[in-house]
C-alpha cells in the first residue's frame, strides 16, 4: 500500500515523508519540484502539481492513501483521479481557521475550507487536520534577530499555542496507517499559550542574545505585509492577532491528547533551530542577478502577459531578455550580452536578435562594440513594466501565496532595474 505524500517540499510533508518511512510504510514523496526534493534514501519520488491536472494520474498510481496540502485550483480534479486510482483515505493539512466565525469570507480560510468541503463530497474516507499557529512562523523574525534589530510587531501581546511542526506530522502518521482518526476534524494546537512577546523571550534565552520589541501600528504592519503576502490575508492576520490579545490561546488537541505521547514546546523547536537566529556573519553584497535570471522565474501569469505585450511589438521573450540586459548594465559590450544570455541561447541566435533590436531602434551603439537602449528602446522596457504592475491589482484580490511571492519577487528586481536604467539615462 504506497501512501502519496503531496507538497513533499514542504515542512510538515517532509516530516511525514521521514515518519512513514521509519515505520516502514512505502512512501511516494510528490513535489511540482521533484529534482528539488532531499527524501530518505529508498523513497520513490514523483512529480505532483496540485494546480495541475495532468500530473495527476501518473502521481497516484498504485497509491491507496494521500497526504494532501490544501490547493483548492485543482481539487476536483484531484478527487476525481485519486477515486479513480482506487485511493481510499486522504489526510488532508488544513487549518484552524476553518473554524472561525466568518470563515466563508475570510481569504485565509478560504482556501482550506474549499477543499474541505470536495473531500467531505467525495467518496473517499477523509481526515481534516486543522492546526492553529505553526512554531516555524517565529523564522519570520529571524532577519531582525540575525542583525540584531528590534522585532516589530503591531501586537506583541497577541497569544498563540504554536504547534511543533513534527507533532503534526506525527499525527498525520497516525491518520494515514491506521483508522482511528478516519472521517474526524481534528483541531491541533501545541500544549501552552504563549504571547509573541514571550516567545521572543524563549528565543532570547535560548540564543543567549537579548531580543528588543518594538511596537508598531496596525497601518505599518500593513504596509510592511503588503510587501509578501496578498491584502486580504494581511487584513486577515492582523484581526486574528488583535483577537488573539484578548487572553490566553485555546488549547485543543496535541500529540498526548490524541497519540499519548508529549507534545513538543516552543522551547524544543527553537533549540532545535536556533542557527536559524545566530548573527548574520558580514558578507559583502551580492552582485544583482540580471533581470534574465529573475524573468526565467517569473510566474506563468506574468510570462504570458509579457509574451501577448511583446508579440504586439514584434519581439520574442529572448529579445525583451537581451532588452533588460543591456538596460541592466547599458553602455555594455557585445561580448557580455552574449556571456549572460548563453544560458538561453547560442551566440548566433543572440547575435541576430541583437541585431534586429538595432535594426528596430531600440538599441544603439554608443561606441564600437557597445550596447545601450534608445528612448525607444527605454519605452518598450517601460510598458511591459506597466503590464507586470497591473499584476499588483490581481494579486491584491488573491492569487496562491507561491505565485504572489515570486511575483513581487520579479517586481522589486524589474522595478530596481529600471529606475537604475532611468538614472544611467539621465546622466550626461
Ligand atoms: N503557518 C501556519 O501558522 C499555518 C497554520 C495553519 C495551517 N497552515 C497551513 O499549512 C500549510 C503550509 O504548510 P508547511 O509549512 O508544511 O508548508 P511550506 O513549507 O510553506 O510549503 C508549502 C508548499 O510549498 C511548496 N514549495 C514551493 N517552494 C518551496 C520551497 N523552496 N521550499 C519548500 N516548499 C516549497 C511545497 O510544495 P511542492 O514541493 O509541491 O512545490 C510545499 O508543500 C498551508 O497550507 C497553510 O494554510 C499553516
Partial sequence: MTILVTGARGTVA??????????????????????????????????????????????????????????????????????????????????????????????????????????????????????????????????????????????????????????????????????????????????????FREQLAVIAEVTGRPVTVQEISRAEAEQQMAAHMPAGYVASLLDLWEAAC?????????????????????RQWVEENSDAFAPAPEQPEPKPMPIGYWLRRADKALTDAMDALLAGHGLTRLGWQVLNVVADEAPVTDARVLEVMAVHADAPTLTAVVEKALAAGWLTRPAPGQLALTGDGRTRLAEVLARVGAFRERAAAGVSPEEYRTTMRVLERLTANAE?????????
Fill in 14 to 195: 517532509q516530516a511525514v515523508v521521514a515518519g512513514l518511512h521509519s515505520a516502514g510504510v512505502p512512501v511516494r514523496a510528490a513535489s511540482a519540484r521533484p529534482a528539488e526534493l532531499t527524501v530518505p534514501a529508498g523513497v520513490d519520488t514523483a512529480e505532483l502539481g496540485l494546480d495541475r491536472p495532468e500530473t495527476f494520474a501518473p502521481a497516484l498510481r498504485g497509491v491507496r492513501r494521500v497526504f494532501l496540502y490544501p490547493e483548492p485550483a485543482g481539487i476536483e480534479e484531484f478527487v476525481r483521479a485519486a477515486e479513480a486510482a482506487g485511493v481510499e483515505h486522504v489526510v488532508l493539512l488544513s487549518s484552524s481557521t476553518v473554524t472561525r466565525p466568518g470563515a466563508e469570507d475570510d481569504p485565509l480560510a478560504r482556501q482550506s475550507l474549499t477543499v474541505e468541503r470536495a473531500l467531505a463530497a467525495s467518496g473517499l474516507a477523509w481526515t481534516f487536520l486543522r492546526p492553529d499557529a505553526f512554531t516555524v512562523n517565529a523564522l519570520a523574525w529571524a532577519h531582525a534577530l540575525t542583525r540584531s534589530l528590534p522585532v516589530q510587531l503591531p501586537f506583541p501581546d497577541a497569544q498563540v499555542a504554536s504547534i511543533h511542526p513534527r507533532d503534526i506530522a506525527d499525527v498525520a502518521v497516525a491518520a494515514l496507517t491506521g483508522d482511528s482518526l478516519t472521517g474526524r476534524a481534528v483541531t491541533l494546537t501545541g500544549p501552552e499559550s504563549l504571547a
Fill in 246 to 266: 484578548d487572553g490566553p490561546a485555546d488549547l485543543a488537541d496535541t500529540t498526548a491528547t490524541l497519540l499519548g505521547r508529549p507534545a513538543r514546546t516552543f
Fill in 420 to 428: 537604475s536604467a532611468g538614472a544611467e539615462s539621465a546622466t550626461p
